[in-house]
């Protein structure tokens, strides 16, 4: 099936982990360094998303998620697709910003 802006995925990932002691801090790191090995990039401070060629692509990914979750905290995971991850609007202050590039893709006959 040809690659299209419907079939392509983001997935975003939201946490909010507690940081009160230092074993706490451990967790809260080790989960973002882990998310971040798998590809995942920082949109905001506990927003990390990543881009996926397609659906079978992005649910492995979420299983690698999955397996990672902290023992405490919220952890949420939503998938858009790209034509709809293209209509966010962004902004710095008053200013608007320019949305993360979208990976190219190759494409194999």
Not at 13 to 27: G, H, M, S, W, Y
Not at 28 to 45: E, H, L, V
């Amino acid at each position: 099936m040809r690659l299209n802006e419907y079939r392509i995925l983001w997935i975003l990932v939201f946490f909010d982990l507690p940081t009160e002691t230092k074993k706490d801090r451990q967790i809260y790191t080790r989960f973002r360094k882990d998310i971040m090995k798998d590809g995942f990039g920082m949109f905001q401070f506990s927003i990390y998303l990543r881009h996926c060629s397609s659906r079978e692509n992005a649910d492995v990914h979420i299983k690698r998620v999955k397996k990672i979750l902290p023992p405490k905290g919220h952890v949420g995971i939503m998938t858009i697709t790209d034509k709809q991850f293209g209509m966010i609007e962004l902004f710095y202050g008053k200013e608007e910003k320019e949305l993360p590039d979208t990976p190219q893709q190759l494409e194999l006959f």
